[in-house]
């Protein structure tokens, strides 16, 4: 059903390296209609940002780009006629370019299953009609995960989180990874959004090898210092959230700290799933991939 390489039991189980902070879904102009910066002005953006890798990922059109400051990844944002955006990040540059020649969406997934690429199905919660209702999103095989937070949707018709339909497929067994990205078109929306990915070191082939695995956890704007699950506990450690959450059975709370750190026994719980979701200052929110019962 997904091509990532994941230890669902325990995506955060390598605990070697450092977090790496990521976005991979970007526009530029005039690549992107949408997009309002050049390339070069949104690299140096991110930079500034502190960002370590990025993904460009205009409509349909692979930009390239190199900056020996940041990490960059090839990408592209595929979209229909029908509302389905997807993005597909490589290693191999042909991957990308043999999307962007597909014309169907199923046939697209169909292609990227026999390829090493990273498929993420983006803005779930935009309201773009028919945009990913989630009986579609169960219905569909062949992607590694969904965006749970877009930056952009927050000044957009929709919601910006689409945790509700990533639980949806997360209590009937589908195992996908949870993204957030900045989706960013100019300026003022780049830093919105981030992933932060556990890896050895800032080559493309350890960040895309640790994302592929699950070990990165998804946020706007709230960090996470330590996840780890040692002898049946689970510990979430933060500098500074106000609340961590425990969250299963298709979004229902069942544990919840007002604390910057949350240990929670596994072997006291016979749910299919468990994530976390970390509040910080203000609206700032940070989630993890979630941990399946062997």
Known sequence: MVSSNVNWENPYADRDGGWLKGNLHTHTSPASGCGQISVGECVERYVERGYDFLAISDHCVHTRHSDKRITLIDGVEWNDAEGHHTGVYSLNAGDVESAISVSEHDVLLNNLAATEALVVLNHPNWQLTPHYRREELLAKEHYDGIEIYNGVIERLAGYAIATDKWDYLLARGRRVLGFATDDSHCDTDIGSAAIYVRC????????????????????????????RFEDGIIEIETPDAQQIEARSDGGMRIACVKDRVMRFDMRETSRRYVRFTVYGEGSAMAWTQPFFEP
Request: aromatic share 8%; charged share 25%; net charge positive.
């Open 200 to 227: 050895r070191s800032r080559s493309r082939k350890a960040i895309m090898s640790a994302i592929k695995a699950g070990n990165f956890y998804a946020s706007s704007g709230a960090v996470i210092d330590d996840i």
